[in-house]
């Protein structure tokens, strides 16, 4: 079945360090990785997403990348900073049926970043 | 452009209780979805829906029921509530089958008691 996992699923760094976060996937027909920030009370937002014919992406301090052979990719954060701190959530594209698709998620990383 | 908004932010349920969890877009998404958030366990698909007039069971779906009558709105209905649906709902919306990023509500807050 459709299944993401998401490590770690805390993260402490001090301000200014980087921070990685894993995710791994079962099928390898996914094709669409996006992840999303989500501060205490408020919904997930996405920040950053990569497709399966992509390798590397960035967007300023952020950047995921994809290992399709290993089927699992990345969310890299460079330059951390106190706002950085929330919850983070991979999720991956599976087929649902037919011609439908569905986004499953990891559990999340609470990241903290410490003055 | 409000996006994704949900009504209400927080309701209190009593066990066998029935309510609606409104969900409304105004970016003409054709996909919506409905999530719960617990603590530990992420976000797990309910429902979802490619379109008006076509719904699909997701992840958790049991205690649960949707409908698309119209392109902007996916409300939630719980039939009999119960303890073990006390959780955090979000709605979310995208222009195609989870294939962009979706959009999603600010949540509701739900507790049975």
């Known amino acids: 079945g459709e299944n993401v996992e998401q490590h770690p699923s805390t993260l402490s760094v001090q301000e200014g360090d980087s921070a990685v976060i894993k995710c791994t996937y079962s099928d390898s027909a996914s094709n669409y990785f996006p992840w999303y920030k989500q501060e205490l009370g408020k919904g997930p937002q996405l920040i950053i997403d990569i497709r399966s014919n992509v390798g590397e992406k960035k967007d300023q301090r952020i950047a995921v990348t994809l290992n399709k052979t290993a089927k699992h990719f990345s969310l890299h954060i460079t330059e951390t900073q106190p706002e950085d701190s929330a919850v983070y959530f991979c999720a991956a594209r599976f087929r649902s049926g037919g011609s439908n698709y569905k986004l499953t998620f990891g559990k999340g990383t609470l990241l903290t970043v410490n003055p | 452009n409000a996006g994704v908004t949900q009504t209400p932010k927080f309701q209190v349920l009593k066990t066998g209780q029935s309510m609606t969890l409104q969900c409304a877009q105004d970016?003409?998404?054709?996909?919506m979805s409905w999530y719960r958030q617990d603590p530990g366990m992420g976000l797990r698909l309910i429902h979802y829906?490619?379109?008006?007039?076509?719904?699909d069971q997701g992840e958790v779906p049991n205690g649960y029921n949707v409908s698309r009558s119209t392109t902007e709105d996916f409300p939630l209905r719980l039939l009999s509530a119960a303890p073990s649906q006390t959780s955090v709902y979000f709605c979310a919306s995208s222009r195609e089958t989870a294939n962009y990023g979706y959009t999603f509500g600010s949540g509701t807050r739900l507790t049975v008691v």
């Open positions: 970016m003409n998404h054709e996909y």
């Open positions: 829906s490619v379109g008006a007039g076509i719904t």
